[in-house]
């Protein structure tokens, strides 16, 4: 590195890190504001109406190689009511959420099936589901209370069809 670029950098290195600091933010309240705009946020449901609630969550998008790699790690909020599962990453990450394929207001109807898959470390639920496209979709939870969360979720599934 030239002896002038480091002499800048060192001189002016509180100001280089605001810089970096507002970009950051402006870049992230701008896909924030760009994702609410779409329509892809939600209001959670009202907790009167809750059978399932868990706010650290963990889990990923089967959709492509990229959410696959990605996904949220004790970020997610799982809220299932008698008509419809939520997923979503709580904020701050709910930014990033629809770039990672994890924000779905899934009607019951829509769940085509639920089943328990085996990692090495964890067990997930696999929820298989069509978009309102009809697009067949993928998505693996990993929840601290598994059983509680497939039991409801079966249960509220056997109940809606």
């Known amino acids: 590195m030239p002896q002038e670029l480091k ?3 060192e001189a002016h290195f509180f100001q280089l890190w605001l810089l970096s600091l507002g970009w950051v933010v402006v870049a ?3 896909k924030f504001f760009w994702h609410r705009s779409k329509g892809r946020f939600f209001d959670d449901p009202s907790t009167s109406t809750l059978v399932f609630s868990e706010t650290f969550a963990s889990g990923r998008s089967l959709k492509s190689w990229r959410t696959r790699l990605g996904g949220a790690s004790n970020c997610l909020k799982v809220m299932l ?3 419809r599962l939520f997923i979503r990453p709580f904020f701050p990450f ?3 959420g629809p770039d990672i394929d994890l924000v779905h207001s899934i009607p019951l109807t829509n769940i085509e099936s639920v089943g328990q898959k085996s990692g090495v ?3 997930s639920i696999r929820i298989r589901f069509r978009m309102p496209d009809g697009e067949s979709r993928e998505i693996d939870i990993m929840s601290k209370k598994t059983r509680q969360f497939e039991d409801a979720l079966s249960e509220a599934i056997r109940k809606r069809k």
């Open 121 to 123: 470390f964890l067990k």
């Open 94 to 96: 709910l930014i990033l």
């Open 28 to 30: 992230f309240t701008f």
């Open 81 to 83: 009511t008698h008509d």
């Open 7 to 9: 002499t800048f950098i």
